[in-house]
């Protein structure tokens, strides 16, 4: 019923930054979290950031500070501040609804020289 879509991916050098967005399409009532994970090839996914129909937000401890993430009823954006080449991964845009958890098709950032 929802689908969702990353955009803002691409390639930083270390320090640098990147905006990420993702936009939900067809039955986007009531996403009560959207937020992002993030995976490397060979790990399990990681919880990256999520943040309610309320604004109450959530960060892995390791990124506070350095990743923002915000939304309105139908989109949900990261800023990425001061990139690191650990953070290269694939991120994946994620949205909850009547206990169903939707995915984006992810979106690669590469942080590296």
Sequence with gaps: QVRLQES????AQP???????CAASGMTFGLQFMGWYRQVPGHQREFVA????????NYADSLKGRFTVSRDSTNV???MDNLRPEDTA???CHAVKRDITYW????QVTVSL
């Design 77 to 79: 954006y990261l800023q």
């Design 104 to 107: 984006g098709q992810g979106a």
């Design 15 to 21: 320090g640098g930054s990147l905006r990420l967005s």
């Design 8 to 11: 803002g991916g691409g390639l």
């Design 90 to 92: 694939v991120y994946y």
């Design 50 to 57: 999520r943040i309610s129909r309320g604004g109450n937000a």
